[in-house]
C-alpha cells in the first residue's frame, strides 16, 4: 500500500518499540523544512498511539495520515513551522 505523499525523506524504525519510534521521529521532523513531508515506517502496533500522541501536543508538526500495511504502520508527518 502506497500514500499519495510528496515525502522528503523516510524513517525506517521496524523493530524499535516504546520510545524508540516517537524519539527517532522527533530527531528526524528537526532536520526538515517547513512543509515536508516524512514517513515512518514501523511494527510497533503502539506506535499509532503513540505518534499520533506526540503530534498532537508538539507545535511544529502535523500528523497528515497512518495507514496500516499488513505489519508495518506507516505514519506521515508533516513539518509546519
Same mark, same amino acid.
Given at each position: 500500500? &502506497?500514500? $499519495?505523499? #510528496?515525502?522528503? =525523506?523516510? !524513517?525506517?524504525? +521496524?523493530?524499535?518499540?516504546?520510545?524508540?519510534?516517537? !524519539? +527517532?521521529? +522527533? &530527531?528526524?521532523?528537526?532536520? !526538515?523544512?517547513?512543509?515536508?513531508?516524512? =514517513?515512518?515506517?514501523?511494527? #510497533?502496533?503502539?506506535?499509532?498511539?503513540?505518534?499520533?500522541?506526540?503530534?498532537?501536543?508538539?507545535?511544529? /508538526? =502535523? !500528523?497528515?495520515?497512518?495507514? =496500516?500495511?499488513?505489519? /508495518?504502520?506507516?505514519?506521515?508527518?508533516? +513539518?509546519? $513551522?
Amino acid at each position: 500500500m &502506497s500514500a $499519495e505523499f #510528496d515525502t522528503a =525523506e523516510t !524513517l525506517d524504525v +521496524k523493530g524499535a518499540s516504546c520510545p524508540m519510534p516517537v !524519539l +527517532k521521529t +522527533k &530527531s528526524a521532523t528537526d532536520g !526538515l523544512d517547513p512543509g515536508d513531508i516524512l =514517513e515512518v515506517l514501523a511494527t #510497533d502496533s503502539g506506535s499509532m498511539s503513540d505518534i499520533d500522541g506526540w503530534a498532537s501536543g508538539t507545535g511544529g /508538526v =502535523e !500528523l497528515v495520515d497512518q495507514i =496500516e500495511d499488513g505489519d /508495518v504502520y506507516r505514519h506521515y508527518i508533516r +513539518k509546519t $513551522e
